[in-house]
């Protein structure tokens, strides 16, 4: 089983809220990614947990924060975005990182008003 | 840095054809692994098929295979008997090194016709 599930499928919000996406997987994978996709073009790092510890952040805004509770969950905690921040936001995971396959979770479609 | 060049933006082929999209890298790390992924219009990113810098053969997967040329940098996805539902976004993807980053190429949406 390859799963990985994300939490909610559509996220509409103002730039004045705070919102979570969620991911979950229960592969026994020990890194977890954080992607944003725009449309028509390429998935973009965002943050890289291993083994529970953030081990990359792309020099992401702090208005994105990430957060890996356990294992198995991986959680993007998003306050007082900006409509260029509309995107697709897609969890990875991958059994212990580096050139591990990474699987990806269907993805959060995310729309800032 | 490593870079990965996808020339084509888009293909056609015929139901039950054979297709090959083009994937050139570079990097200057001897290790490095190489991977394609499918992202249909619902956008889940499904993957397809792993290379490895010193893998000796050719990576296969059902339908779908690796061209791997080492030498020449490259990493074409050849997918034979083409199905309706391979319509869809095509991503060569690479990671270096020690490095859990993976890099993408900008992508080939692959149209089937009937």
């Known amino acids: 089983d390859t799963e990985v599930t994300q939490t909610p499928k559509h996220l509409v919000m103002g730039m004045t809220n705070k919102k979570s996406l969620k991911c979950e997987q229960h592969?026994?994978?020990?890194?977890m990614y954080w992607y944003k996709q725009k449309a028509k073009k390429p998935p973009e790092l965002m943050f890289v947990?291993?083994?529970?510890?953030?081990?990359i952040n792309e020099s992401v805004p702090s208005r994105f924060s990430p957060e890996c509770p356990n294992s198995s969950l991986l959680n993007l905690h998003l306050h007082a975005l900006q409509p260029e921040d509309s995107a697709l936001y897609l969890c990875?995971?991958?059994?212990?990182?580096?050139?591990?396959?990474?699987?990806f979770g269907p993805g959060t479609r995310l729309t800032v008003l | 840095a490593q870079k990965i060049t996808q020339t084509q933006p888009g293909m056609f082929v015929q139901e039950k054809e054979a297709v090959t999209l083009d994937c050139t890298y570079d990097?200057?790390?001897?290790?490095?692994?190489l991977f394609w992924y499918k992202q249909p219009s619902s956008g889940e990113m499904i993957f397809l098929i792993y290379?490895?810098?010193?893998?000796?053969q050719n990576a296969t997967e059902g339908r779908y295979s690796l061209n791997f040329q080492k030498a020449r940098k490259s990493a074409n996805l050849v997918i034979s008997a083409s199905q309706l539902g391979d319509s869809a976004m095509y991503f060569c993807?690479?990671?270096?090194?020690?490095?859990?980053?993976?890099?993408f190429g900008k992508g080939t949406k692959l149209t089937v016709n009937p």
């Open positions: 990875a995971s991958s059994l212990l990182g580096r050139t591990d396959t990474q699987y």
């Open positions: 592969m026994g994978h020990r890194a």
């Open positions: 947990y291993s083994y529970e510890k953030l081990s």
């Open positions: 990097t200057s790390d001897p290790s490095y692994g």
């Open positions: 290379q490895g810098s010193y893998d000796q």
């Open positions: 993807a690479m990671t270096q090194g020690g490095s859990e980053k993976l890099v």
